[in-house]
């Protein structure tokens, strides 16, 4: 298997990839039992030097439900009729979710509301209040 060039400066090695063909289930005509033309990529991020290991650990996190029993991120594709389309659209699924990990997190500061947005939600909610009361029969 060929290179999976990532961005400008980060490629995935070519021994880090394997995939595998199968028989794709859905529509297919009479060639559906005959041709295997669904794909499995795999990525074994243990061989894979072009990923810190920051980056690996997001992507393990986000791939989770995508991990075999050894620890390989597995990308699928059945969309089309065609086993080299498959197997380029399972490049792309993994491409654009190295892409995903590759970005960084900006942690989250915690901030105080400020005194107008306090007063302006306390004024919503005394009005509803209001409107609610007018709302009550004298019986009440």
Same mark, same amino acid.
């Given at each position: 298997m060929l290179?999976?060039?990532? @961005? !400008?400066t980060i490629t995935l090695p070519a021994r880090? #990839? /394997?995939w595998s063909a199968a028989r794709s289930s859905g529509p297919g005509g009479q060639n559906v039992n005959k041709v295997a033309s669904k794909v499995d990529v795999r &990525? !074994?991020? $243990? #061989?894979c030097d072009s990923l810190d290991s920051t980056t690996k650990a997001?992507? %393990?996190t986000l791939a989770r439900l +995508? &991990?075999?029993? !050894?620890?390989?991120?597995?990308?699928? /594709?059945?969309?089309? %009729? $065609?086993? %080299? +389309? @498959? &197997?380029? !659209?399972a490049r792309d699924k993994l491409r654009l979710l190295v892409l995903r990990a590759l970005e960084r997190? =900006?942690? +989250? %500061?915690?901030? =105080?509301? /400020? +005194?107008? /947005?306090?007063?302006r939600r306390l004024d919503g909610k005394r009005h509803v209040a209001d409107k609610k009361r007018g709302r009550?029969?004298?019986a009440d």
């Open positions: 290179p999976l060039p990532i @961005n !400008d880090a #990839l /394997s &990525l !074994d991020l $243990d #061989l997001r992507l %393990r +995508r &991990l075999d029993a !050894d620890g390989r991120i597995m990308m699928t /594709s059945e969309t089309t %009729r $065609d086993q %080299r +389309r @498959n &197997l380029e !659209d997190v =900006k942690p +989250r %500061r915690a901030t =105080k509301p /400020s +005194r107008g /947005s306090v007063a009550r029969s004298e």
